[in-house]
């Protein structure tokens, strides 16, 4: 069977998470109801990361089978059709061999968190940035990012439901810069925890208040410990920028 694979951006605000739902609309159920009403093929389709509710994506990528052959432009066409008026774009479509697979074959993701540091309220990007009415300071938040690069056991910034086998991962960037009044987390890895960067990012933002150093924020992780993590960062400042195969 053809195998295809699409790029998608999203506003996950309406939806509760990419992860089909019995009771509530999700990404995967707009999706898929799109491929069949297109095809008249009922398919299941995987995903390279499972957003959580009220996260956004810049760069997912999807793929799935269907049993005769398409022109990538007209399933980019005809998807982008049929996902109205949902907040889901088709970017790109293509025909892949059937060894791919979006999840499986990932080498890395990449994700950025958008905090507005600002005392006024966001009206164009609500639901689109965590909004923190106090001065952060992005230099010391880049300094403590920086003590836990690489290869460790998260556990401290791991959700208590996750199903990885393993807390260890290798944490590949994690750069925080000030871009105006928008503070941004870019965080990049092979693969992550449930949660995990949402994790950090709500323990980060106690660095930049200046309630924890960045020794603290390396002890937070050293200790193993999901009690000792800050609090959790609300979704919607969290974005799926990337994935590479």
């Known amino acids: ?3 295809y694979c699409i790029k998608l951006e999203y506003d ?3 939806f509760a998470g990419w992860q089909r739902q019995a009771d509530a609309l999700s990404v995967q159920q707009v999706v898929e109801e799109a491929i069949e009403k297109m095809s008249g093929e009922t398919v299941a389709i995987q995903a390279a990361g499972r957003t959580d509710s009220g996260v956004h994506a810049l760069g997912q990528v999807v793929s799935f089978d269907l049993s005769r052959k398409w022109d990538a ?4 066409e005809a998807l982008n059709f049929h996902t109205k008026p949902h907040p889901v774009a088709i970017v790109e479509a293509a025909a892949v061999p059937d060894s791919f697979e979006a999840r499986f ?3 890395g993701r990449h994700y950025e968190y958008r905090i ?3 005392r006024g309220r966001p009206a164009l990007d609500d639901h689109r940035v965590w909004h923190c009415p106090m001065a952060l300071d992005a ?3 880049h300094a403590a990012a920086q003590l836990i690069l690489g290869k460790h056991d998260f556990t401290t910034f791991r959700a208590s439901e996750c199903q990885a086998k393993s807390p260890e991962k290798t944490l590949d960037r994690l750069d925080v810069s000030r871009e105006g009044e928008t503070i941004v987390v870019r965080a990049s890895a092979r693969s992550f925890l449930h949660s995990q960067v949402r994790s950090m990012v709500g323990s980060l933002k106690l660095v930049g208040e200046g309630k924890w150093t960045p020794r603290e924020f390396r002890a937070a992780l050293d200790a193993r ?3 000792r993590c800050g609090p959790l960062a609300p979704p919607e400042g969290l974005y ?3 994935v590479d195969y």
């Open 1 to 3: 069977m053809p195998r």
């Open 12 to 14: 996950g605000t309406p």
């Open 73 to 76: 432009f007209r399933i980019r």
């Open 105 to 107: 074959s990932a080498i």
């Open 116 to 118: 507005l540091s600002r």
């Open 139 to 141: 230099d010391a938040m």
């Open 225 to 227: 410990d999901r009690a």
């Open 240 to 242: 799926l920028v990337r």
